[in-house]
Nanobody, 125 residues
Framework: QLQLVESGGDLVQPGGSLRLSCKAP????????IAWFRQAPGKEREGVAC???????DYAEPVKGRFTISRAIARNTVYLQMNNLSPEDTAVYYC???????????????????WGQGTQVTVSS
């Protein structure tokens, strides 16, 4: 089981920005497809964004143009840059990973084996 650690969640005003980080202590993420999911109170977990080993990406419609997922190979970290945040983005954000060293694509469906504990993002004035 791969341990994933998210960080960067915070309270931010509408229109603000946050950058979430996902790391796997002691493990190189180069061969893993990584995705971000979120779950708001009373709602089901939904896919937000994903990145493949070759940096192919996919985004959920509500976040397209506002969120960017990226890899920092040297830091062994996957980021989720979130801009122009709205109260509807309030949720616990989870990082997930699947071993997939050959596929150029990724998925934001929840078929991932490894999950982090989540980080809280609250957008409120």
């Amino acid at each position: 089981q791969l341990q994933l650690v998210e960080s960067g969640g915070d309270l931010v005003q509408p229109g603000g920005s946050l950058r979430l980080s996902c790391k796997a202590p002691g493990v190189t993420l180069d061969s893993y497809a990584i995705a971000w999911f979120r779950q708001a109170p009373g709602k089901e977990r939904e896919g937000v964004a994903c990145i493949s080993v070759s940096r192919g990406t996919d985004y959920a419609e509500p976040v397209k143009g506002r969120f960017t997922i990226s890899r920092a190979i040297a830091r062994n970290t996957v980021y989720l840059q979130m801009n122009n945040l709205s109260p509807e983005d309030t949720a616990v954000y989870y990082c997930a990973a699947n071993w997939n060293p050959r596929s150029p694509i990724c998925t934001i469906s929840p078929h991932y084996t490894n999950w982090g504990q989540g980080t809280q993002v609250t957008v409120s004035s």
